[in-house]
């Protein structure tokens, strides 16, 4: 088994303005990539400016990052690096913009390489990326993945190259700002690497222990989800239980939650939070049905009398997403065509299988 | 708080004919650390020369690093390793191999610098390293940490300079042929690197979050322990604890036990592992009287009923240590003229809390 987190992590107040010259540190010029508010209300965005003016290091924005960010977003950005010069890139805000940075970092340090390259694993380098989130859920903080939208496919995939951050800043204070729903939505997402990664085939000690200890983090701020009232200490509990699930999924992957999830946000755009919550009660389900071990342990960690009781939780969280028997059977489909969704399920799950998750309820 | 560990580990069946290319991809020259024994009768050298053959890549061997390595050692190491014109540097065995791996590593760096920069706070960088253990207590393969014999101020200290070794191959094969006082002196090691990173002023909820499962896994080998009796999980066991126990020192520093430890294992010739398991009860006794959180926790994890069931079994596994009131006054002396190592116990310990810790019993 193997256990590989590079990013060197700091979570605390004003982790940027304490850490600001060892992210200066990473170059000389730096690309900053944003969506195009949470960055500015948060107040991160002025945070990274300050360190970087303080430390004397020149800087460009891009704030342009959609929700799911397209290639064609990720290529335009790139541009604006390549011809600045940029020798490092900081990416502000939830998993859309620290994704981006990472296939932006890519594209800039191999600057006369087409859109192409981001799907071929020929295990390019890229230049070094400082990740900030604002949000609880991606992890994208701490993982090697950039997910973007492929209009090529209709889909959403992580680029071949696995990029890990540098330096990841992490800051309650950025999540004050954000409405209660993106809260929720997100820490849905980070519950998600947690089970995925937990019920996975890849998974090891070492992703257990992550994904354990997540699953228990996540669940003392339980309540504070239902009730959609959060503090300080739910940010923090919140925000480290999505680094643990981020360093989790880097050891196994996600599985068919996230798999299924693709299809409702490309095609109903459905938030992923929201997209991956729909599948977790029935994933949960399938694995106490195939006699997966831990079940029962996991539900008592999240602090659930059972698959029920979870299944009620999930959708008092996310609300009704609505979608048809047609949906279901090119959701089916979509993970048919991409077998390799279906060898991260602990045991020889069939197409009836992924019925199962759809339908569970 | 921070959690930074870049070092990549594998900790498998053949780790290293398995990544053996990764270890070679590390340089062109490897200059190989070995003590005089372990090495070869645990195969673990002969398992390094044939993926270094077979991967096209040259080396040198110095294997002559003594049982708590001296500054002076390190040097000949080094002096070795430039004439040699050495990229990269793979210490095998227990922690006095693993830790002169990282400080030769340095010096072959910094070629032109005189032994002295080894213990000045220079930030200096090393040649990578890859440590592969033979033992189950250092936990070297995985922190920044060189702990030599200074002559010159007659204890053992860390150099100033953080290393952490690049890859690190953990593999329960070569603990195979350890007596089985080396495999209980080391366990109780890296108990020691447990409890004294849970019970620190520097521990966070990252760093508790590594040693309380590394406590746990410790725990779960604790009757093979006692009774010298190891199987193949044993030992994958061990060595996963004193994994996560190395990950756990790294971001804490150890405490007053091995703080103390140095003395009578500079002094006196008592193993390192030995030497800190005589005050691990005296300190766990000393956090009870304190009220420190977490003691009961910690004791009922370990699976003892009480701090006095811990001293019995510590007891029965290093045997009796002889030193005398001299000695405790000279122990005590060193830790007053070095008062650092009294910053990290979690609370403002003074001269007669180290007595309490020596005298317990």
């Avoid at 193997?2 to 200066?24: C, M, Q, R, W």
């Avoid at 492929?150 to 954000?178: E, G, V, W």
């Avoid at 989790?248 to 997209?275: F, M």
């Avoid at 009660?281 to 698959?307: A, H, V």
Wanted: hydrophobic fraction near 35%.
């Amino acid at each position: 088994m193997e256990f590989y987190i590079p990013t060197k992590i700091y979570h605390e107040d004003n982790a940027v303005l304490k850490h600001g010259s060892e992210i200066a540190s990473l170059g000389r010029k730096a690309l900053i990539i944003t969506g195009e508010n949470s960055a500015v209300l948060t107040g991160a965005l002025d945070d990274v400016i300050k360190v970087l003016e303080d430390n004397n290091t020149e800087s460009v924005l891009y704030d342009k990052i959609e929700e799911n960010p397209s290639v064609a977003t990720v290529m335009e950005a790139a541009d604006i690096g390549r011809k600045y010069g940029a020798d490092f890139v900081i990416g502000i805000g939830g998993g859309s913009p620290m994704d981006a940075a990472k296939a932006v970092a890519l594209m800039v340090q191999n600057r006369d390489t087409p859109e192409e390259v981001l799907y071929q694993p020929l295990g390019l380098k890229s230049l070094p990326v400082a990740e900030i989130p604002t949000t609880c859920g991606t992890g994208s903080e701490v993982t090697p993945y950039a997910i973007l939208t492929r209009n090529d496919i209709k889909t959403k995939q992580s680029i071949s190259h696995k990029i890990y951050p540098a330096i990841a800043c992490i800051d309650a204070k950025y999540l004050d700002m954000a409405p209660s729903h993106i809260i929720r939505d997100t820490a849905i997402d980070a519950l998600g690497h947690l089970l995925e990664s937990y019920f996975n085939a890849n998974a090891t000690e070492y992703s257990r222990l992550l994904s354990i200890n997540g699953i228990e983090k996540w669940a003392e701020n339980k309540n504070a989800l239902a009730e959609k009232e959060f503090t300080k200490d739910n940010y923090n509990g919140l925000l480290f239980a999505s680094t643990l699930a981020g360093m989790a999924i880097s050891h196994t992957g996600t599985s068919l939650p996230h798999g299924l999830s693709y299809y409702l946000t490309y095609n109903k755009g459905i938030a992923h939070g929201r997209a991956v919550g729909v599948f977790l009660p029935g994933y949960l389900y399938l694995m106490e049905k195939n006699s997966i071990p831990g079940c029962k342990d996991i539900i008592s960690k999240m602090g659930f009398k059972n698959t029920s009781s979870f299944k009620e939780f999930i959708e008092n969280c996310i609300g009704y997403i609505p979608f048809n028997e047609e949906d279901k059977e090119n959701m089916v489909k979509e993970i048919k065509d991409n077998p390799k969704k279906l060898l991260s399920v602990p045991f020889e799950a069939k197409e009836d299988d992924i019925r199962e998750i759809i339908n569970y309820g």
